[in-house]
């Protein structure tokens, strides 16, 4: 089955840059769903389609996806961004979608 | 303002049945697929099933398939996980999602939980 791979944890300082890897094969002829899941909380949509931003997540969150890995990267990071992040895609060989293994932003 | 909510959590014992239900709202329903999505208690999210918005076309994982059943009915706007044979590894907080093809789960709903103990 497909796998996707992502760091465990990932830290930031206030106001830096937060990168997230989602890392499959040739992931970047899939397209790439973006997740952020505050504790106790459902998902939220932050990035479709690899790139694009729902309506009301801010500009910071942006996404990429190429290769073997996608990125979610979230430019100054507030307190507000600490939260579990997850990658989606559809593995169209088998008809399954499949999670990420999830990343942890902590906001030093 | 679209609304997902689900219901039919319960404490069940192993090799069990259940069905959970996902009432939606706020948006014409057939026209959207559904998907469920699960979480286990401090893990991460899994894919479970999804169904089209007229039913006829359903995936599962295959941690589910052959156990649990998805369906909808557009007439009342809601969505079904009928789950059996339940084991301790099927405790989780199930989510239903509204799929809007390539824009991702874009709605959720707030879970309900299924217990599987004895």
């Known amino acids: 089955s497909y796998v996707l791979t992502q760091p465990p944890s990932v830290s930031v300082a206030p106001g830096q840059t937060a990168r997230i890897t989602c890392g499959g094969n040739?992931?970047?002829?899939?397209?790439v769903h973006w997740y952020q899941q505050r504790p106790g909380q459902a998902p939220v949509l932050v990035v479709y389609?690899?790139?694009d931003r729902p309506s009301g997540i801010p500009e910071r969150f942006s996404g990429s996806n190429s290769g073997n890995a996608a990125t979610l990267t979230i430019s100054r990071v507030e307190a507000g961004d600490e939260a579990d992040y997850y990658c989606?895609?559809?593995?169209?060989?088998?008809?399954?979608?499949?999670f990420g293994t999830g990343t942890k932003v902590t906001v030093l | 303002e679209v609304h997902l909510v689900e219901s039919g959590g319960v404490v069940v014992q192993p090799g069990g049945s259940l069905r959970l239900s996902c009432a939606a709202s706020?948006?014409?329903?057939?026209?959207?697929?559904m998907h469920w999505v699960r979480q286990a208690p401090g893990k991460g999210l899994e894919w479970v099933s999804l169904?089209?918005?007229?039913?006829?076309?359903?995936y599962y994982a295959d941690s589910v398939k052959g156990r649990f059943t998805v369906s909808r009915d557009n007439s009342k706007n809601s969505l079904y996980l009928l789950m059996s044979s339940l084991t301790g590894e099927d405790t989780a907080l199930y989510y239903c999602?509204?799929?809007?093809?390539?824009?991702?789960?874009?709605?959720w709903g707030q879970g309900t939980l299924v217990t599987v103990s004895s």
């Open positions: 389609g690899d790139s």
């Open positions: 040739n992931i970047g002829s899939k397209t």
């Open positions: 989606l895609v559809w593995d169209i060989s088998i008809d399954h979608y499949v």
């Open positions: 999602a509204r799929w809007r093809g390539t824009g991702g789960l874009d709605h």
């Open positions: 706020g948006f014409t329903f057939e026209d959207y697929a």
């Open positions: 169904i089209s918005g007229d039913g006829g076309t359903i």
